[in-house]
T-cell receptor
Framework: GQNIDQPTEMTATEGAIVQINCTYQ??????LFWYQQHAGEAPTFLSY??LDGLEEKGRFSSFLSRSKGYSYLLLKELQMKDSASYLC??????????WGAGTKLIIKP | DAGVIQSPRHEVTEMGQEVTLRCKPI?????LFWYRQTMMRGLELLIY????????DSGMPEDRFSAKMPNASFSTLKIQPSEPRDSAVYFC?????????FGSGTQLSVL
C-alpha cells in the first residue's frame, strides 16, 4: 500500500532550528512535496524534490533520499509565524499525491 | 491573478439539504482537484478533472456526492442529501504542473 508517515506534533523555540521528518511508500515515485498550512487557511506550496539531496530556499530547506524513502524539511531561525502544520506528500507513478496527516509545529518564545 | 476562488467560505445547513460548493480555478490551469479535510482523516482527494473531464472519482464517498466542470473556469461539488458526517473543510485546487494552488476552502457544517 501507499503511506506517508510524519510526526503528529513538534515543539521548538523561536530562533532555533527544527527538522520535520517524513518517510514515504508510494507505487512508483515522481517527487516529494512539502506544504505549509496555517490554522484555518489553505495549504501553500513550500518545496518539491525529485532528485536526491538538499534544496535550500531561504530559511527553509528540503532533503530527499529516494533509496531510503525519506525526506525532511529543515526550518532555520524559527519565527512565531512558522507555527503551522507541515504536510508531506509523495507523488506516485500516476502523478497522484499521497498526503501525510501533517506535523503541527508549535513555536515557543 | 486572484488565485483559486471558492464560494461560499462558510456553509451551515441542516441534514438532508442539498449543498453546492463552487470553485473557479486559476486561468490556464488544466487540472482541478476537490479535496476534503478533517482532523480525523486529514486531506482526502475526492475527484479530479483534466481539461474539464473527470479523470478519477474513486475518492467520492458515496452517490450523494457529485462534481461537474462545465467549462475551464468553473466547477461545482454537490452533496445531496447532506449528512452530519459530511462536515469538513472542502478545498478546491488547480495546477498546470506539479505545484498545487489551493483555494481558501469552504467550511461546511451539517447540523
Amino acid at each position: 500500500g501507499q503511506n506517508i508517515d510524519q510526526p503528529t506534533e513538534m515543539t521548538a523555540t523561536e530562533g532555533a532550528i527544527v527538522q520535520i521528518n517524513c518517510t514515504y511508500q508510494t507505487s512508483g515515485f515522481n517527487g516529494l512535496f512539502w506544504y505549509q498550512q496555517h490554522a484555518g487557511e489553505a495549504p501553500t506550496f513550500l518545496s518539491y524534490n525529485v532528485l536526491d539531496g538538499l534544496e535550500e530556499k531561504g530559511r527553509f530547506s528540503s532533503f530527499l533520499s529516494r533509496s531510503k524513502g525519506y525526506s525532511y524539511l529543515l526550518l532555520k531561525e524559527l519565527q512565531m509565524k512558522d507555527s503551522a502544520s507541515y504536510l508531506c506528500a509523495g507523488m506516485d507513478s500516476n502523478y497522484q499525491l499521497i498526503w501525510g496527516a501533517g506535523t503541527k509545529l508549535i513555536i515557543k518564545p | 491573478d486572484a488565485g483559486v476562488i471558492q464560494s461560499p467560505r462558510h456553509e451551515v445547513t441542516e441534514m438532508g439539504q442539498e449543498v453546492t460548493l463552487r470553485c473557479k480555478p486559476i486561468s490556464g490551469h488544466d487540472y482541478l482537484f476537490w479535496y476534503r479535510q478533517t482532523m480525523m482523516r486529514g486531506l482526502e482527494l475526492l475527484i479530479y478533472f483534466n481539461n474539464n473531464v473527470p479523470i478519477d472519482d474513486s475518492g467520492m464517498p458515496e452517490d450523494r456526492f457529485s462534481a461537474k466542470m462545465p467549462n475551464a473556469s468553473f466547477s461545482t461539488l454537490k452533496i445531496q442529501p447532506s449528512e452530519p458526517r459530511d462536515s469538513a473543510v472542502y478545498f478546491c485546487a488547480s495546477t498546470l504542473g506539479e505545484k498545487l494552488f489551493f483555494g481558501s476552502g469552504t467550511q461546511l457544517s451539517v447540523l
